[in-house]
């Protein structure tokens, strides 16, 4: 989605007519919405293939480990 100028201009305008008190609000919606659109690059970033923790998830589940893994956990 693309914000054109007038959008930007529109909303200016209409954060100059805000109250005080809804300012705080509004940044705390702001920081929100960019962290949000941060955690969605950074989940971009992790490729599976390459990460050697992701390659070791279910790996218990493969033998000689899934045989022994209730005796390892809990002694049985």
């Not at 109250?19 to 690059?41: A, G, M, R, W, Y």
């Not at 950074?42 to 005796?71: Q, R, T, V």
Request: charged share 40%; no cysteine; aromatic share 6%.
């Amino acid at each position: 989605m693309t914000t054109n100028v007038l959008d930007r201009e529109i909303f200016l305008v209409a954060l100059e007519k805000l109250p005080d008190e809804n300012i705080k609000e509004l940044l705390d919606f702001t920081e929100f919405l960019l962290l949000k659109e941060q955690s969605k690059k950074s989940k971009l970033l992790i490729d599976p293939k390459k990460d050697p923790i992701l390659k070791l998830i279910g790996l218990a589940n493969e033998e000689p480990f899934a045989d022994k893994i209730d005796e390892d956990l809990y002694g049985e």
